[in-house]
């Protein structure tokens, strides 16, 4: 018996075309609703992305105090990539205390250091909160689980902590402030703080268990006694 042979048949652009519809027929899908779906804007760069969850008016901070600078490079050193290949992220490093008069810089430079590392290439989830606003969202009330909501904030590979010491002293704002701030200093989790208030004052305010590990974790960095917001307002 002789067997035909049997040349590969291609199908041209319409056949193509007709195959495309037979498939999207058999599950259903509207073709013409698939040529009505708008295009897939471009994704985010990681710098846009930080500045989308930045208050507008620390969108352009730039981090430039010596001892900032020191602390973002050694955060960036620090910083191990998940698995071969992936970029690098931010994990454990050294933590600052940023101590000032009111307007003298400090938040600016905190959230500056925040673009410095994003803009360094190494990939950074952060988080930025007031104290007062910290323990305002901790306080336990009805449909709130705080418990979960101190373990997340705990957790933070980066963590912002906005007017250390401005909220009133009660002994639940030492005790959570003790319990978050344990956590970071026995899992090297880097955090940013800034307050208005001199470390004997900090004691007073906060105790002595909490000032104790801050001064283990922290490097303090004094900020000139100038508020340059009245600075520049004057200028």
């Known amino acids: 018996m002789r067997t035909r042979n049997r040349e590969p048949q291609l199908l041209g652009s319409e056949g193509a075309v007709d195959r495309m519809a037979q498939i999207l027929a058999a599950r259903n899908i509207d073709p013409v609703r698939i040529d009505a779906l708008p295009d897939e804007p471009e994704p985010f760069s990681p710098l846009d992305a930080l500045l989308t969850a930045m208050p507008p008016r620390y969108q352009a901070a730039v981090a430039d105090h010596p001892q900032v600078l020191d602390w973002v490079r050694q955060v960036v050193e620090a910083a191990v990539a998940p698995s071969r290949g992936a970029r690098r992220q931010v994990t454990t490093g050294p933590s600052l205390l940023m ?137």
């Open 99 to 235: 101590a000032g008069v009111v307007g003298a810089g400090k938040t600016h430079q905190a959230y500056g250091a925040v673009r410095r590392l994003v803009q360094s290439g190494v990939g950074v989830r952060w988080r930025a909160t007031t104290a007062a606003d910290l323990y305002a969202e901790l306080r336990p009330r009805p449909g709130a689980d705080s418990e979960r909501e101190l373990a997340a904030v705990s957790r933070c590979p980066l963590l912002i902590i906005d007017d250390l010491g401005a909220a009133k002293a009660s002994e639940w704002v030492e005790e959570v402030t003790y319990r978050l701030i344990n956590r970071r200093y026995n899992y090297e989790l880097p955090t940013l703080i800034t307050t208005n208030l001199a470390i004997k004052d900090l004691r007073a305010y906060l105790g002595d268990r909490v000032t104790s590990r801050l001064a283990q974790m922290t490097t303090r960095v004094e900020f000139e006694q100038v508020d340059r917001r009245r600075h520049r307002a004057a200028a």
